[in-house]
């Protein structure tokens, strides 16, 4: 006996129906499953107290990074011959929000800040820090060396100027090509690390040497600790901050 056309529809229809309902139910769970990954993923990336968590080991590392400053800094050695070494530091303050866009941290509290004009292809020769401070580089570029206290004709230098506080008389040095190997290198480039903590004011150790290769003028902010304090921070390495 045939089956009538529209018996043979309506039953094909009940078959799909059920097939099509799940295949519905599965999209939109899967749909509501990406939206909720995403929500989770911008959470994780958001604001700078976030955990971090869904983040991969380096980008958790440079979002951690991201929550505080660091910055070289120029410093005497503590034992004896207390010679300048340079180190990058963590600054203990944490970014916040600011309340326009971006965000800001406290530097602490500072002392009248000096604005430094100096000469292209210029150089200080030997010299400490008048106090404890921040370098802010707003134009130019400054290179900063340090050298072993082994450095011929270094010895005698520091024993004929054994309490000077400014640049050792002689040294001869204002010329960034020298064919003494320094111990550390530090290049301030503005726009890029412009700013450098020094406190390297040890009166036993002859400081550091200062070019500025640049050809035009050089121009700085010497931004004194208020009472000689340094910032709480973390020693991360020694040498120069690479990142």
């Not at 043979?8 to 939109?28: E, F, G, H, K, R």
């Not at 008048?130 to 060396?145: E, Q, T, Y």
Request: some cysteine.
């Amino acid at each position: 006996m045939a089956i009538p056309r529209t018996v043979s529809l309506i039953s094909l229809i009940s078959l799909l129906v059920p097939v099509l309902a799940t295949a519905v139910n599965a999209a939109a769970s899967n749909g509501d499953g990406s939206r909720v990954a995403e929500h989770q993923r911008a959470l994780d990336y958001s604001g700078h107290g976030g955990n971090g968590h869904g983040l991969g080991e380096d980008e958790r590392e440079e979002h951690e990074r991201e929550k505080k400053l660091r910055l070289s800094a120029v410093l005497n050695e503590p034992d004896p011959p207390y010679h300048a070494i340079v180190q990058c530091w963590e600054l203990s303050p944490w970014f916040v929000s600011y309340p326009t866009t971006g965000r800001a941290l406290s530097l602490g509290d500072t002392a009248n800040a000096t604005y430094v004009v100096l000469p292209p292809r210029g150089g200080e020769g030997w010299h400490r820090p008048p106090s404890p401070m921040f370098f802010v580089l707003l134009s130019g570029l400054a290179h900063v060396k340090t050298y072993p206290p082994a450095l011929p004709g270094l010895a005698a230098e520091r024993d004929q100027h054994p309490s000077q506080n400014q640049d050792v008389e002689g040294g001869g040095h204002d010329d960034d090509d020298d064919d003494d190997e320094p111990t550390e290198s530090l290049f301030v480039v503005s726009g890029v690390n412009p700013l450098i903590i020094a406190v390297d004011t040890d009166l036993r150790s002859p400081g550091h040497l200062t070019f500025y290769p640049s050809e035009v003028e050089t121009v700085a902010l010497q931004v004194p600790f208020k009472d000689g304090r340094i910032p709480e921070h973390d020693v991360l390495y020694d040498g120069p901050c690479r990142r």
